[in-house]
């Protein structure tokens, strides 16, 4: 301590013989150099893979054969994502990710939509609207949460057969409604509860009902944490893959089950260059959604996490 | 039988049981309607399928689940299951070791982020991306890392180390390791964000106080600000070991089970009877222990959580 504390105490004065900028704390302290060269370590632990996938898709398969892993590519090659996107194989069929890319659309989308406005509406319910056994329902669906999805998997598969949506795009809807609820109903509690009451018990004065409430006060205002629900969902009914296997159906495969079906499945030589392409483009819509939405992200992870 | 609790509601001085119904179905009706989703969600699917699994896990049901009651048979056949065995003491150690490192780096990251860095945001970001990404897409691409002959074994050994050695997702004894380098790598960024949220949340007077008392810094995040963020740990281990139970897309996408059965998981054991195996009685019987494997982390948590308000969950 006593090392550490004149070091950054007596800094200013000592270090005079290079000025850097407004701040006149040394740079190169033993401190310093400690904290950001095992930072960066770490840094390249998390960026080695990302490197290595779109290097790897922009390279030419005897570049691949008789090449390092750690080479960058000879030229930018966009042969292996053509491939990746309209023909490699996928178990039995050869149209290249396209089709999957399409399924995680038509799945994501309505899942998210359909999925937050049931959560909105039970979070502004548990808030606003408490009935008899609402605080114990809620208890349970935060604790249903923790439930290891093979748990409730067969009996779901039954339901949706009875239900007749098995095996389609409806299905697997309903599925991620149900399990993207505990989390996003936190979260829209959560929310509901910090705003002011006063706003709701005022409307209610005035005659407003549930709905109307519900739709010119309570929505107009939750835009903040719409946007956090809906970075949550997306990424992460983007990235399942359980339930796009089981319950999609052979033609609403998602992205991810169709990836792994080329890369894990194929037949004859392994193409890397086309695997990783395949496995690149998967991962860009999360990571566009990740980039994109910065802060949000963290505070979308966080918000679901701190209080679980 | 909301007609009898309207017509003798109504004048009713005393709680009468009519009284009692209305108050009950009625009160809020909107609410209550609105809440129905999620109220069916918690009866049928978490209460209801869950208490489904358990029941077909003590029948002999094959490929459908019509079969009759066979006590524990279910039970005893997995528990002498070599595969169920392996997978169990896979999760175990994978389990053990991924919760260790991942706590442990997590903390070491969020410590070395709080002290006032330069581009913090920056290496958040780099941290964090990888659990943006679906398992899939990490298994594959540490798969083709870890590629004995073309990944770096291969490149370190073409510069003329030829005694190289990283072979661990094709070692069997081994192939737990590389299923942890991929899962610290896409979860060791949100243990580090939620440590570093609590270190933030600590009092400055504290820092301030162990300052004056001249307590080495790393002493003071160790045995003085570390037991403060008890909140924050509980729900760390908490969610990364509900996570490590669940463990299933990764071990698909990297090893698929192998070489071998040698990183084989529960999860994918109950997927597999499931589906393909035909045994639905065995499949049952295997999700109910990862739903008490479960219970065994999440109950004690909960009762400390929420124990004290007097509530189930």
């Given at each position: 301590?006593?090392?550490?504390?004149?070091?950054?105490?007596?800094?200013?004065?000592?270090?005079?013989?290079?000025?850097?900028?407004?701040?006149?704390?040394?740079?190169?302290?033993?401190?310093?150099?400690?904290?950001?060269?095992?930072?960066?370590?770490?840094?390249?632990?998390?960026?080695?893979?990302?490197?290595?996938?779109?290097?790897?898709?922009?390279?030419?398969?005897?570049?691949?054969?008789?090449?390092?892993?750690?080479?960058?590519?000879?030229?930018?090659?966009?042969?292996?994502?053509?491939?990746?996107?309209?023909?490699?194989?996928?178990?039995?069929?050869?149209?290249?990710?396209?089709?999957?890319?399409?399924?995680?659309?038509?799945?994501?989308?309505?899942?998210?939509i359909v999925s937050i406005f049931i959560a909105a509406i039970n979070g502004y319910a548990l808030v606003n609207w408490r009935?008899?056994?609402?605080?114990?329902?809620?208890?349970?669906?935060?604790?249903?949460?923790?439930?290891?999805?093979?748990?409730?998997?067969?009996?779901?598969?039954?339901?949706?057969?009875?239900?007749?949506?098995?095996?389609?795009?409806?299905?697997?809807?309903?599925?991620?409604?149900?399990?993207?609820?505990?989390?996003?109903?936190?979260?829209?509690?959560?929310?509901?509860?910090?705003?002011?009451?006063?706003?709701?018990?005022?409307?209610?004065?005035?005659?407003?009902?549930?709905?109307r409430i519900f739709f010119e006060i309570m929505l107009p205002m939750s835009l903040p944490i719409f946007v956090v629900a809906?970075?949550?969902?997306?990424?992460?009914?983007?990235?399942?893959?359980?339930?796009?296997?089981?319950?999609?159906?052979?033609?609403?495969?998602?992205?991810?089950?169709?990836?792994?079906?080329?890369?894990?499945?194929?037949?004859?030589?392994?193409?890397?260059?086309?695997?990783?392409?395949?496995?690149?483009?998967?991962?860009?819509?999360?990571?566009?959604?990740?980039?994109?939405?910065?802060?949000?992200?963290?505070?979308?992870?966080?918000?679901?996490?701190?209080?679980? | 039988?909301?007609?009898?609790?309207?017509?003798?509601?109504?004048?009713?001085?005393?709680?009468?049981?009519?009284?009692?119904?209305?108050?009950?179905?009625?009160?809020?009706?909107?609410?209550?309607?609105?809440?129905?989703?999620?109220?069916?969600?918690?009866?049928?699917?978490?209460?209801?399928?869950?208490?489904?699994?358990?029941?077909?896990?003590?029948?002999?049901?094959?490929?459908?689940?019509?079969?009759?009651?066979?006590?524990?048979?279910?039970?005893?056949?997995?528990?002498?299951?070599?595969?169920?065995?392996?997978?169990?003491?896979?999760?175990?150690?994978?389990?053990?070791?991924?919760?260790?490192?991942?706590?442990?780096?997590?903390?070491?990251?969020?410590?070395?982020?709080?002290?006032?860095?330069?581009?913090?945001?920056?290496?958040?970001?780099?941290?964090?991306?990888?659990?943006?990404?679906?398992?899939?897409?990490?298994?594959?691409?540490?798969?083709?890392?870890?590629?004995?002959?073309?990944?770096?074994?291969?490149?370190?050994?073409?510069?003329?180390?030829?005694?190289?050695?990283?072979?661990?997702?094709?070692?069997?004894?081994?192939?737990?390791?590389?299923?942890?380098?991929?899962?610290?790598?896409?979860?060791?960024?949100?243990?580090?964000?939620?440590?570093?949220?609590?270190?933030?949340?600590?009092?400055?007077?504290?820092?301030?106080?162990?300052?004056?008392?001249?307590?080495?810094?790393?002493?003071?995040?160790?045995?003085?600000?570390?037991?403060?963020?008890?909140?924050?740990?509980?729900?760390a281990v908490v969610l990364i070991g509900s996570g490590i139970v669940r463990l299933y897309d990764l071990v698909v996408a990297?090893?698929?089970?192998?070489?071998?059965?040698?990183?084989?998981?529960?999860?994918?054991?109950?997927?597999?009877?499931?589906?393909?195996?035909?045994?639905?009685?065995?499949?049952?019987?295997?999700?109910?222990?990862?739903?008490?494997?479960?219970?065994?982390?999440?109950?004690?948590?909960?009762?400390?959580?929420?124990?004290?308000?007097?509530?189930?969950?």
């Open positions: 301590m006593t090392m550490t504390a004149s070091m950054t105490g007596s800094a200013p004065v000592s270090q005079a013989n290079e000025p850097r900028g407004p701040r006149p704390k040394p740079f190169f302290t033993p401190k310093k150099i400690m904290i950001y060269s095992t930072l960066i370590f770490f840094s390249l632990y998390f960026l080695f893979p990302l490197y290595v996938m779109v290097a790897t898709s922009f390279k030419t398969m005897p570049e691949i054969r008789f090449g390092s892993i750690f080479a960058l590519p000879n030229q930018i090659n966009f042969d292996s994502w053509v491939r990746a996107w309209s023909t490699a194989c996928t178990g039995l069929t050869c149209n290249g990710l396209a089709p999957g890319f399409w399924n995680s659309v038509k799945i994501t989308v309505p899942s998210t009935f008899k056994g609402s605080e114990l329902f809620f208890a349970v669906l935060i604790f249903g949460s923790f439930i290891p999805y093979q748990v409730m998997l067969y009996p779901l598969v039954m339901i949706t057969r009875e239900l007749g949506i098995f095996g389609k795009l409806e299905a697997v809807i309903l599925i991620h409604t149900i399990f993207g609820m505990p989390i996003l109903t936190l979260l829209f509690r959560n929310y509901f509860a910090s705003l002011p009451q006063e706003l709701f018990k005022a409307a209610r004065v005035d005659g407003a009902g549930f709905w809906l970075i949550l969902q997306i990424t992460g009914i983007w990235n399942d893959f359980l339930f796009g296997a089981v319950f999609a159906g052979t033609h609403n495969q998602p992205m991810t089950v169709q990836l792994n079906n080329i890369v894990n499945s194929a037949q004859g030589t392994p193409e890397y260059n086309v695997n990783m392409a395949a496995t690149v483009l998967t991962g860009l819509v999360p990571l566009i959604v990740y980039f994109v939405s910065g802060k949000l992200f963290v505070r979308g992870v966080a918000a679901g996490a701190v209080k679980g | 039988m909301a007609d009898i609790a309207v017509r003798t509601g109504e004048g009713a001085q005393t709680v009468s049981r009519p009284n009692f119904l209305k108050k009950t179905f009625l009160k809020n009706l909107p609410a209550k309607i609105a809440a129905l989703p999620m109220i069916a969600t918690v009866l049928v699917v978490f209460i209801g399928c869950t208490i489904w699994t358990i029941y077909y896990s003590f029948t002999n049901s094959k490929l459908l689940p019509t079969g009759k009651f066979v006590g524990f048979e279910q039970y005893e056949r997995l528990f002498t299951a070599n595969r169920w065995n392996v997978s169990v003491s896979n999760l175990i150690t994978y389990g053990i070791m991924s919760l260790v490192l991942t706590l442990a780096l997590g903390f070491l990251l969020a410590v070395l982020m709080d002290q006032k860095i330069r581009f913090e945001s920056a290496f958040r970001t780099i941290m964090l991306y990888p659990f943006a990404l679906s398992f899939i897409v990490t298994g594959l691409v540490w798969q083709w890392i870890m590629n004995p002959t073309l990944g770096i074994q291969g490149a370190i050994r073409s510069l003329g180390w030829e005694s190289f050695t990283f072979d661990w997702i094709s070692n069997p004894r081994m192939v737990l390791f590389a299923l942890l380098i991929a899962g610290l790598w896409q979860g060791v960024g949100f243990c580090m964000v939620l440590m570093l949220a609590g270190l933030r949340g600590v009092d400055e007077e504290i820092w301030k106080a162990a300052r004056v008392d001249g307590i080495p810094t790393w002493r003071t995040y160790l045995f003085i600000v570390l037991p403060m963020m008890r909140g924050v740990l509980i729900t990297l090893t698929n089970g192998g070489p071998g059965i040698s990183s084989e998981v529960p999860a994918k054991y109950v997927v597999n009877y499931m589906f393909s195996g035909g045994n639905i009685g065995q499949a049952l019987a295997a999700a109910t222990m990862m739903l008490i494997t479960v219970l065994i982390i999440v109950l004690p948590w909960a009762y400390l959580e929420f124990g004290g308000k007097g509530k189930r969950a």
